[in-house]
């Protein structure tokens, strides 16, 4: 979601002619990006790492789709009474859970493995973006917008789990996306236009879990969008657009930018791809820390 236009919610994006998506993967030494799957039938985004270090969890056509990474066999989670999923998904990897966002604007829980979901959120006059769940599995971080107003600014919100109240904590002004929990749950690392000279000009930044002041983590002339911290804290990777790019749209020339926390400003490597919308919108980082998923949507020359 964002404060400009993009894919409206319940719509589903399709490959343009020519188009296919391909699942890279890159290492902290900052090596190249190793192309581990491809497909030009599914329009598969946003991976996850599985728990067991051993596959990817994407979404595609509204479903949930596991990619074993020793086989690179694509199949499909069966949640049955599941609406149709969009790009925002986390696992919480204790409890063997996942956590969706449906085209039916609200949160939804279902067993990693397939089966029955749950409806996290019951507010009808809101959408609700899911983006970080606590490390102790008690919180879900997420993106909150007034039902059918896409030009409004995302507000920061946190619900519990298991369901309940919405709170809004502070997190500074302007629109803001990707709220995403540290490995140790005292902050919560995100994109946000509080800084912002120019319209949709997102950069990073990271406020206390409970809320607070935002902290910026990189001033920089691009746009960017979704930090996502590995889990050993010592790393981190994020999607930049170019300058002037309103909201995170799809089929764009970006970059992937992979960094340590102890410099954001200096990137390890850059991985210049077709892409934006999809390529990384949740958490990819491997259990291990050691590697990062991400796609890229290139086009074949007619």
Same mark, same amino acid.
């Given at each position: 979601?964002?404060?400009?236009?993009?894919?409206?919610?319940?719509?589903?994006?399709?490959?343009?002619?020519?188009?296919?998506?391909?699942?890279?993967?890159?290492?902290?030494?900052?090596?190249?990006?190793?192309?581990?799957?491809?497909?030009?039938?599914? #329009?598969?985004?946003?991976?996850?790492?599985?728990?067991?270090?051993?596959?990817?969890?994407?979404?595609?056509?509204?479903?949930?789709?596991?990619?074993?990474?020793?086989?690179?066999?694509?199949t499909?989670?069966?949640?049955?009474?599941?609406?149709?999923?969009?790009?925002?998904?986390?696992?919480?990897?204790?409890?063997?859970?996942?956590?969706?966002?449906?085209?039916?604007?609200?949160?939804?829980?279902?067993? #990693?493995?397939?089966?029955?979901?749950?409806?996290?959120?019951?507010?009808?006059?809101?959408?609700?973006?899911?983006?970080?769940?606590?490390?102790?599995?008690?919180?879900?971080?997420?993106?909150?917008?007034?039902?059918g107003?896409?030009?409004?600014?995302?507000?920061?919100?946190?619900?519990?789990?298991?369901g309940?109240?919405t709170?809004?904590?502070?997190?500074?002004?302007?629109?803001?996306?990707?709220?995403?929990?540290?490995?140790?749950?005292?902050?919560?690392?995100?994109?946000?236009?509080? =800084?912002?000279?120019?319209?949709?000009?997102?950069?990073?930044?990271r406020?206390?879990?409970?809320?607070?002041?935002?902290?910026?983590?990189?001033?920089?002339?691009?746009?960017?969008?979704?930090?996502?911290?590995?889990?050993?804290?010592? =790393?981190?990777?994020?999607?930049? =657009?170019?300058?002037?790019?309103?909201?995170?749209?799809?089929?764009?020339?970006?970059?992937?930018?992979l960094?340590?926390?102890?410099?954001?400003?200096?990137?390890?490597?850059?991985?210049?791809?077709?892409?934006?919308?999809?390529?990384?919108?949740?958490?990819?980082?491997?259990?291990?820390?050691?590697?990062?998923?991400?796609?890229?949507?290139?086009?074949?020359?007619?």
């Amino acid at each position: 979601m964002s404060s400009s236009p993009e894919w409206p919610l319940g719509s589903g994006r399709e490959f343009r002619p020519g188009q296919r998506a391909e699942v890279r993967i890159a290492d902290v030494d900052g090596g190249p990006a190793e192309l581990v799957h491809t497909s030009d039938t599914v #329009l598969l985004e946003a991976p996850n790492w599985a728990p067991d270090g051993q596959g990817l969890l994407l979404n595609g056509d509204g479903r949930l789709w596991p990619l074993d990474l020793p086989s690179a066999e694509l199949t499909q989670v069966v949640i049955d009474g599941l609406p149709p999923i969009n790009n925002d998904h986390v696992i919480d990897a204790e409890r063997s859970l996942i956590y969706l966002s449906a085209n039916d604007g609200h949160i939804w829980v279902a067993p #990693l493995a397939g089966g029955t979901p749950t409806r996290v959120t019951h507010d009808p006059s809101r959408y609700h973006f899911l983006h970080g769940v606590s490390p102790d599995g008690t919180t879900l971080a997420f993106v909150d917008l007034p039902r059918g107003d896409f030009s409004a600014a995302g507000r920061l919100a946190l619900i519990a789990s298991a369901g309940g109240a919405t709170s809004y904590p502070e997190a500074g002004s302007g629109h803001l996306d990707g709220p995403e929990y540290s490995p140790d749950g005292a902050w919560l690392y995100l994109n946000t236009e509080a =800084f912002a000279k120019r319209p949709g000009h997102a950069q990073l930044a990271r406020v206390p879990a409970a809320g607070g002041r935002l902290e910026r983590l990189v001033d920089s002339d691009t746009v960017d969008w979704f930090p996502h911290v590995s889990p050993d804290a010592q =790393f981190a990777a994020y999607v930049s =657009f170019p300058a002037g790019t309103l909201g995170h749209p799809a089929d764009l020339d970006v970059e992937v930018r992979l960094v340590r926390t102890s410099s954001w400003s200096d990137a390890i490597a850059r991985y210049s791809l077709f892409g934006g919308q999809g390529t990384m919108n949740v958490n990819s980082w491997s259990p291990d820390s050691r590697r990062f998923a991400f796609m890229a949507y290139p086009i074949d020359a007619a």
